[in-house]
């Protein structure tokens, strides 16, 4: 099971996969490459701790919404398409902070509830007001779960109650302990719910045209034994109706770590009940049915998880698994990710991350003198300095560096402009041929001094012609390079727009095939929109200096004409 405050969701369709770290941060992962799409990085994610999640989908391959409940009592609803916060319901530090929230089923609301509060909320997502309060139990709500087919819905605590879209509500016989209930969830038809308790080792499966007909009076159709505490639950109807029969299949996560596949056989007063145990080396973290007749399932660390799908049926008879066996782990794979407005790339992640008010173990620090030979440095550190900065500029005040950094930058250019008015070579000569080898070289190397080499050739020419005959699987990177230092220097604009416009010049076919480019180009078209945003107005601006300039001249050469002309005055005293 991951961790108190990091959560795991799979999608509709089991295309996609959601992650939330202990420092709130939200990973979106495509399933069939096992490969992270995207993350989502609120703007106060350190500021509260997420204490609940849920994600709504109309279709399987629409992203949907996903929100998050936080412990100052704030709800937050993404947009995971557009990568934008759309909606933050409730009032920080007034609202009670929410034990469970769940999406209506067309999406326009969303329904909380509340562990320290007797009121369960419905928000309009549009306008962040609520729209109904409904009076759940005394001591706190703990868990909801929604028809998958009507606007009702199930809230659970000590015991359940079912809320009708006409706004009726029944209170069903079913009393938990006193830990209350840790999970409830519908079935994909709508026709069953299955629940179970804190820390209780079973699971109970509910008839909903049953509770309906007896006013909430009927128990439980079935109540299926399992080891350890129950904290998810799947349950899937698949009911033969030319057997006249139910069956229900239940994929059932513990807090143990390990899990098991349900069935249950709806058949007389007495169901039959078998379970399948899943054995796995690794923490189960999620699971769902496929359409396909097995169990999908993602299991590892939530930094890196692992999905394996594996059939829970024998291929001939249909008959439940004595065992459901999961692969064994391959070695993890440390793929990049591309993400709007960050690194250029990102690695492997630490799984041990410290949450928002948390503190790691603290430790005796060690100090060097200034002179000290002994001190360790990494190889990286040697050479760059610590994230880049040498030993001496971490001891400059920012004006200086800001000082450094211009000098530095206005000695290049002029060394440009020199050379081009001598008409001389440059001091490196470069040619197309010299500087597509070293541009390869530097980024199959990611020797970022090569690079710069490279990227301060002066000569239009030469840059051109690089661009044009660089190869095509280079591109995409050098691109992500030159957005990436036109992000931390923009001082630098005038040397990198102009291997930018190349490249996006001579390799535009190839960049349009590009899957998500446009999330890998975000930063660099939001600097160009910022710096667009004020062209107009300094035209205008530079337009009438202009004509005021024009017309301070011409004034200026009247009057000298005109003093000119003007025959001089000499006064004679008497």
Request: proline content about 4%.
């Amino acid at each position: 099971m991951p961790k108190s405050n990091e959560y795991t969701v799979l999608g509709k369709g089991a295309k996609n996969f959601t992650t939330i770290s202990k420092d709130n941060r939200l990973r979106l992962w495509d399933i069939d490459s096992h490969k992270e799409r995207r993350r989502f990085v609120e703007k106060h994610h350190l500021a509260h701790t997420y204490c609940c999640v849920a994600w709504g989908q109309t279709a399987k391959d629409d992203l949907g919404l996903f929100a998050v409940g936080a412990s100052d009592g704030v709800v937050v609803v993404w947009d995971l398409t557009r990568g934008v916060v759309i909606a933050t319901l409730g009032v920080a530090n007034e609202t009670p902070i929410p034990s469970d929230i769940k999406f209506s089923n067309d999406l326009k609301r969303i329904i909380v509830c509340y562990s320290q509060s007797s009121q369960i909320n419905e928000y309009i997502i549009a306008t962040g007001e609520i729209s109904k309060t409904h009076k759940g139990f005394k001591k706190g709500t703990q868990k909801l779960a929604v028809h998958p087919k009507s606007n009702s819905f199930i809230a659970a605590s000590g015991s359940l109650k079912y809320y009708d879209a006409d706004g009726s509500k029944l209170k069903i016989s079913c009393p938990f302990s006193t830990g209350g209930a840790s999970c409830v969830v519908f079935s994909d038809c709508g026709a069953y719910f299955a629940c179970a308790g804190e820390g209780v080792g079973e699971v109970l499966v509910f008839d909903m045209q049953a509770i309906k007909n007896t006013g909430g009076e009927n128990g439980p159709v079935a109540v299926i034994p399992v080891t350890g505490s129950v904290h998810s639950l799947v349950l899937k109807n698949v009911t033969n109706k030319k057997a006249h029969h139910t069956k229900l299949d239940i994929v059932c996560l513990v807090k143990e770590n390990g899990g098991c596949i349900l069935r249950t056989e709806l058949t007389g007063s007495t169901p039959a009940v078998f379970t399948a145990p899943i054995e796995s080396k690794e923490t189960i973290l999620t699971g769902c049915f496929t359409s396909n007749g097995a169990v999908l399932l993602a299991t590892g660390k939530v930094s890196s998880p692992r999905f394996v799908s594996v059939p829970y049926e024998e291929p001939e008879s249909g008959v439940l698994k004595s065992t459901v066996d999961l692969p064994t782990p391959e070695e993890p794979s440390t793929a990049t990710v591309d993400t709007a407005g960050s690194a250029e790339s990102a690695g492997p992640i630490e799984v041990d991350v410290l949450g928002p008010h948390e503190m790691g173990a603290v430790k005796r620090p060690i100090t060097y003198e200034a002179d000290d030979d002994i001190a360790p440095k990494s190889k990286k550190s040697r050479e760059n300095g610590v994230n880049g900065v040498t030993d001496g500029a971490q001891q400059m005040t920012m004006e200086e560096r800001l000082r450094g950094l211009t000098a530095s930058l206005t000695e290049i250019e002029a060394r440009e402009r020199s050379a081009k008015n001598k008409g001389a070579p440059s001091e490196l000569a470069p040619s197309s041929d010299s500087l597509v080898t070293l541009l390869e070289q530097a980024l199959q190397a990611g020797d970022d001094t090569l690079l710069e080499q490279c990227l301060t050739c002066g000569d239009e020419d030469v840059v051109t012609e690089t661009a044009r005959r660089l190869p095509a699987s280079r591109v995409v990177g050098l691109l992500r390079k030159l957005v990436a230092k036109f992000e931390k220097r923009p001082s630098r604009g005038i040397i990198l727009t102009r291997w930018i416009h190349a490249l996006l010049r001579f390799h535009t076919s190839y960049l349009l095939s590009v899957p998500d480019l446009s999330h890998q180009l975000a930063a660099l078209s939001q600097m160009l929109d910022q710096r667009l945003s004020t062209y107009t107005r300094l035209a205008s601006l530079a337009g009438r200096l202009d004509l005021l300039m024009s017309q301070i001249t011409s004034s200026s050469a009247v009057e000298s004409v005109a003093a000119a002309a003007t025959p001089m005055q000499v006064t004679y005293e008497d």
